[in-house]
């Protein structure tokens, strides 16, 4: 996949078939744009392209207001649509410049003039513009005076329940791990930086690398223990999460601590990613040490049985 950042740089595309959003997440709903995209593309012997804003638009018209947490981080994002075969991705810099650009300019000077779309391809919510004020009625109406197509995807559904980020994100915040998955289509990944915790794990049996979130924007889940895989120097391996404040041992703050099993390396410093499986029960205060080591046992037998049923690689 060809990125580029901003549209300064931008070589020709040939036949662009174009869609655009923030497509935080890369869900199910995302997917069918992305397939749609994909076929045009083929059928008009063109190539696939998405022009993706950065930051995500809330961040920059609410500075101050916007309580946004992201399912995914740009990098995150980028390898998404990379693996959905997007053979080309524009990452436009999103500003209070371009969010005062009505629909009409917004078209004009980026759609036709800088990408040369020949096909536009949007949701069936897809809003753009000053105010939000651009639709697919805007776009059918100036479509044929610039010279391109555009196509709209209807509403798409799971379980009769429409698709969007938002319901995500709140599925991740009530820790409904398995409707958050379903609606991904894939695991919700975390990752982040091992530091140094406070190493009581290791004296009961259950040594934790304690990790550290890289992008403090990005959304963690509700507080609990969850089954988990872990991504490390490309392998993957099982184990359990807890994330919250440690009550057993009176934790100081928030943490996210994760238990590999058969692992003993030395990780201190380096990077890993979670993928949230399933979630196993609320966090604890529990009458001692040896009464929280009795529940990690148990913690343990039901994160393996998870694991091995889950059907998402």
């Known amino acids: ?27 199910q709903a995302h997917k069918i744009i992305l397939n749609k995209v994909k076929q045009l593309a083929l059928e008009k012997n063109g190539e696939s392209v998405v022009m993706t804003f950065e930051p995500h638009p809330r961040m920059v018209l609410m500075p101050d207001n916007h309580n946004l947490k992201l399912l995914t981080t740009l990098e995150e994002k980028k390898e998404l649509l990379s693996n959905e075969g997007v053979q080309n991705l524009i ?13 009409q300019e917004f078209i004009k000077q980026i759609i036709v003039d800088k990408i040369g779309t020949k096909t536009l391809v949007i949701g069936y919510d897809h809003r753009f513009g000053k105010n939000r004020e651009g639709s ?17 995807v209807s509403e798409q559904v799971v379980d009769e329940i429409a698709v969007s980020s938002t319901k995500i994100r709140k599925a991740l915040d009530d ?61 993957l391996f099982g184990g359990m999460l807890n994330i919250g404040n440690n009550p ?48 990690l046992e148990k913690d343990k037998l039901l994160a393996l049985e998870a694991i091995l049923k889950n059907t998402f690689k």
């Open 136 to 152: 697919f009625e805007h776009l059918k109406k100036y479509s044929n005076y610039y010279g391109f197509e555009v196509e709209e």
């Open 175 to 235: 820790g409904n791990i398995n409707i958050a998955s379903k609606y991904l289509g894939r695991y919700y990944s975390l990752s982040g930086t091992v530091l140094k915790g406070l190493q009581l794990g290791k004296t009961i049996g259950f040594p934790t690398a304690n990790l550290i979130i890289n992008n403090k924007h990005k959304l963690i889940p509700r507080d609990g223990v969850y089954a988990v895989k872990i991504i490390f120097n490309n392998k």
């Open 248 to 295: 057993t041992i009176e934790g100081k703050g928030r943490s996210i601590e994760v238990n590999i099993f058969n692992f003993s390396e030395d990780i201190y410093n380096q990077s890993l990613t979670l993928l949230f499986v399933d979630k196993l029960r609320e966090e604890e205060k529990f009458n001692g040490i040896d009464a929280l080591k009795t529940q």
């Open 91 to 103: 990452v436009i810099p999103f500003t209070i410049e371009l969010s005062k650009l009505h629909s």
């Open 1 to 27: 996949m060809k990125i580029y950042n901003g549209l300064d740089n931008l070589k020709k595309i040939q036949n662009a078939v174009v869609t655009q959003g923030t497509f935080d997440g890369v869900h």
